[in-house]
């Protein structure tokens, strides 16, 4: 599936027209703000509160929502110095890192993120969001099937991208710290004529830096562009463009061996690969969301969105160990090359509408919707054996023995897979004002899902209904007490459904209970959050003991079960005009609860789910200096115990960073940042035995130039 620049001029002038008929609606006093989202307060603090969200649909209000929300704002990202997203874990409630852009999300392993609540991600496979085209980070808590369509029960990960702004403003970063590191990048924004009808944005970053693992460097350029076009006093078009590309030397990485303690069995920068290997991303996206109001207490979004994504690697896969001096102690990872290629692309559409009307003198609140997903994906890959590739001592790597330029790769068999995903669904959700004080939310959604394996011509096609429902009772206006119950789907992957290993399979489900209060209090200087889970998620597929083993594949069973169960907390204060503090908790209890005996569920240790912390928790505390404007931030990081998916043990770890903000005028700024304060040698997650644990960095330091309009 291809969809051309041109179809997304068409789109872009097709929704002009459109829009152009619509009768002109405006609140007295709007002026050009006449297009709202819906509001949502993420935290509490004056400096990094949040105005608006597109994650929870069909709610005005934070104390309306009956489920968790955490929203990390400009500031916040700012503040942190973040770059991608694996930065920002820390400050949500419920997630941990697993491994590349992957996350434990209350106790489950996944890697969903959406654009503007669309479909289409651009970082495929093994390449992490980046955030410089980002205005705010929105997660969602548990299920969101009702909402989203199919999808992983833990919650969702919502990227806000930044669009044209009202007034004019420019921004410039020069970025220099250790690991050769060094940056650039810029961004500027405002009307492009007098009248203010038409806005645009156009931004630049490229960084470079050379990390602590072996052979690694990493490039980065994005380039992002849109124009916004007002139209009428009711509706406006935006429009959006951004390009990504990625140079990963020495990647795609894998962990540094452990022993069965989680002991590192090498220093934290060894690495299987050579310094030849590679692994590179050239991603485009394209989208275009029309929002309108053509009548009091009507609001629309159509949108559409469009991505190709290529990402090409080279890797050695450490594949097991050798004790070459037979001291009985590993000293040696057998490695094999990897040579593949994946190429993506998707195209979403999307159209929402709600409607405010009164019922009998009661506030109520209608929302509709409907999406269509396609995405195609091809992928080819070849595998040089471990018997023809060197192996690499732990203690002395000695590189320079293996590429792919030592090899005749064209002798290698290769094997390909080319698979079109197709989802499509609607939804219907009501929001009803029993009283001033009880509220009432119920939604349903039917999706359809069409898998198909182009290679083979198997087809897979299902559907289910998904649902959502909660009441919320205001103790008063600051204070709501929530329950809420929700529902997810997820098809089956296409390899899994093949009949010879006993498919096709109905989808994995997921539910969820939730109950908790959220305060914002004085105000909404200090906000408290707190909520209470359980998650169960079935039809989990595992190897079926009794099945057929004379046709070569492994029979599999849709019979496994796992179950969370857990709390979270989060506070957001303004201790003071000037001191700012962030704190959050999170613990949860994953375990097996229904499978085999002797079989064993994916990413899974006996009972217990790999790389889920019973607890986890962060802070950050922002104090500026009166009168000199100095800015001191600290932030902290704690993660539990856990275990590998092999079962070795992935040890605890607490580390912390800080962030100094000197203003030098009204323009310029100096951000020093520092990761990893005291130079923790840790485990930020656990993987398999033959490829270890994933090291976290270790103390990384910049300086940035900031200069803002």
Same mark, same amino acid.
């Given at each position: ?82 770059? !991608? %997203?694996?930065?920002?874990?820390? +400050?949500?409630?419920?997630?941990? =890192?697993?491994?590349?852009? @992957?996350? #434990? &999300? ?101 960084? !470079? %830096?050379?990390?602590?693992?072996? +052979?690694?460097?990493?490039?980065? =350029?994005?380039?992002?562009? @849109?124009? #916004? &076009? ?121 159209? #929402? ?357």
């Amino acid at each position: 599936m291809k969809f051309p620049f041109k179809a997304f001029c068409l789109f872009t002038a097709s929704a002009a027209a459109m829009v152009a008929a619509l009768p002109a609606h405006a609140e007295a006093g709007d002026d050009d703000d006449t297009v709202t989202e819906i509001v949502v307060t993420g935290r509490a603090q004056t400096l990094y509160r949040v105005g608006a969200t597109s994650v929870v649909r069909g709610a005005d209000d934070p104390l309306d929502i009956p489920q968790s929300v955490t929203i990390l704002n400009a500031a916040l990202i700012e503040d942190q110095g973040a770059r !991608d %997203m694996t930065d920002l874990y820390r +400050n949500i409630a419920g997630i941990t =890192t697993f491994s590349y852009s @992957g996350v #434990t &999300f209350r106790g489950f392993r996944q890697d969903q993120v959406f654009y503007d609540s669309l479909r289409g991600n651009p970082f495929i496979a093994f390449s992490v969001p980046k955030l410089f085209n980002i205005e705010r980070v929105e997660v969602l808590k548990g299920p969101a099937g009702m909402l989203y369509g199919p999808g992983e029960p833990g919650g969702l990960i919502n990227y806000v991208t930044k669009t044209p702004t009202e007034e004019l403003a420019a921004s410039a970063d020069l970025t220099l710290g250790n690991y050769d590191r060094y940056g650039a990048s810029g961004e500027i924004s405002g009307p492009l004529n007098k009248s203010g009808t038409i806005l645009g944005r156009a931004g630049a970053l490229y960084e !470079d %830096m050379k990390p602590f693992r072996n +052979n690694t460097h990493d490039k980065s =350029t994005i380039l992002d562009g @849109g124009l #916004t &076009f007002k139209l009428g006093e009711a509706a406006r078009l935006i429009t959006q463009v951004a390009h990504y590309d990625q140079k990963m030397q020495g990647a795609r990485l894998r962990g540094v061996p452990v022993d069965d303690e989680g002991n590192f069995l090498a220093d934290i920068s060894w690495n299987a690969n050579e310094p030849t290997d590679f692994l590179n991303l050239k991603a485009t996206t394209y989208q275009a969301r029309l929002q309108a109001e053509p009548g009091e207490g009507i609001s629309t979004e159509v949108a559409v969105r469009y991505f190709t994504a290529l990402e090409r690697q080279q890797y050695h896969e450490p594949r097991g160990f050798l004790d070459t001096d037979n001291d009985g102690l590993i000293d040696s990872s057998l490695r094999e090359l990897r040579d593949q290629e994946r190429e993506t692309d998707g195209l979403t559409f999307s159209g #929402t509408a709600s409607f405010d009307r009164e019922i009998a003198g009661h506030k109520n609140k209608v929302l509709v919707g409907a999406d269509w997903y396609r995405e195609d994906a091809t992928f080819w890959g070849r595998t040089v054996p471990r018997g023809d590739v060197t192996p690499l001592d732990l203690e002395d790597p000695v590189y320079g023995t293996s590429g792919a330029s030592m090899y005749d790769l064209d002798s290698y068999a290769l094997r390909s897979t080319n698979t079109r995903s197709t989802r499509y669904g609607f939804y219907l959700q009501d929001q009803f004002a029993v009283t001033d004080r009880l509220i009432l939310i119920g939604g349903v959604r039917y999706d359809r899902f069409d898998d198909e394996d182009l290679v083979s011509g198997e087809n897979y096609s299902n559907g289910d209904w998904t649902f959502r429902a909660g009441p919320i009772f205001k103790l008063r206006d600051d204070v709501s007490l929530y329950a809420s119950w929700s529902q997810s789907f997820e098809p089956q992957s296409v390899s899994s459904q093949d009949p010879l290993a006993g498919g096709p399979f109905n989808p994995m489900t997921g539910e969820q209970w939730e109950a908790g209060i959220k305060t914002a209090l004085l105000d909404g200087a200090v906000q408290a959050n707190f909520a209470v889970y359980q998650i169960k998620r079935q039809n989990m597929l595992q190897t079926d003991p009794n099945g057929n083993a004379t046709d070569g594949v492994d029979d599999l069973t849709p019979i496994g079960e796992v179950t969370a169960k857990g709390f979270e907390v989060e506070i957001s204060a303004d201790l003071t005009r000037d001191w700012v503090l962030t704190a959050n908790y999170g613990y949860n209890d994953t375990r097996i609860t229904g499978t085999v005996e002797g079989q064993s569920l994916t990413n899974a240790v006996g009972d217990r789910f790999a790389n889920a912390p019973k607890h986890q928790a962060g802070l950050w505390t922002r104090y500026q200096l009166p009168g000199i404007g100095t800015t001191v931030a600290v932030g902290a990081e704690y993660v539990s115990k856990r275990l590998s998916i092999d079962g070795q043990t992935v040890k605890a770890y607490t580390i912390f960073d800080t962030s100094l903000i000197q203003p030098i005028n009204d323009n310029i700024s100096v951000l020093l940042r520092i990761d990893n304060l005291f130079d923790k040698e840790y485990a930020a997650s656990g993987f398999i035995e033959r490829d270890g644990h994933f090291p976290g960095e270790p103390r990384t330091a910049f300086v940035e130039l900031r200069w803002k309009l």
